[in-house]
């Protein structure tokens, strides 16, 4: 059984076991240096960094639960505007995230989904998101999802720069 619900204060930790988790397994083959990747993972899944974030009406969380256990989660940016589109009413996709045990469940698929109804039904033009150039499961993913590439962005991580794509889907018909 599948269960997507917003999250609330009583998520933090598991929205931080999750975030971490599923950050050091979709990042850390990409950056070499795991000390980087777990202070950055200590960094921005901070406890008062979420619960900051969680009372934010600006940031949206869902936590996705698979026969009872957290799974994955997902966190838009309201009205975040992106240089490279010319649409008013932009969001953001910061973070989707589903544990590795669990991908190929179309879980991802049934989150993204949830999202997508969200921020059509509060009536966003475009949803963005950045993934690392060389994350071929994830852009495909989001290719499927007819999200098209746009540009790049440098995600900085220790000082060092990745290369990834901005992608954006229209939510309009």
């Known amino acids: 059984m599948v269960v997507i619900r917003r999250a609330n204060y009583k998520d933090i930790e598991t929205i931080i076991t999750l975030g971490k988790t599923t950050f050091m397994e979709s990042h850390s083959a990409f950056i070499q240096n795991d000390d980087a990747v777990q202070q950055f993972c200590e960094s921005a899944f901070d406890p008062d960094k979420i619960r900051k974030d969680l009372s934010d009406e600006n940031l949206l969380f869902w936590l996705l639960f698979y026969k009872e256990e957290a799974v994955g989660f997902a966190k838009v940016i309201l009205k975040s505007s992106n240089s490279l589109i010319k649409k008013q009413m932009v969001c953001k996709l ?41 994350n071929y499961k994830a852009i ?33 018909k």
């Open 140 to 172: 495909s993913f989001y290719e499927a999802n007819q999200y098209k590439k746009i540009g790049y962005y440098d995600f900085m991580v220790a000082g060092k720069g990745y290369k990834n794509h901005v992608l954006v889907k229209n939510l309009k």
């Open 94 to 134: 910061d973070k989707i995230y589903i544990l590795n045990a669990h991908i190929g469940k179309k879980l991802g698929k049934k989150l993204h989904t949830e999202v997508i109804t969200t921020m059509t039904n509060l009536q966003y033009d475009c949803i963005w998101l950045v993934t690392y150039i060389y």
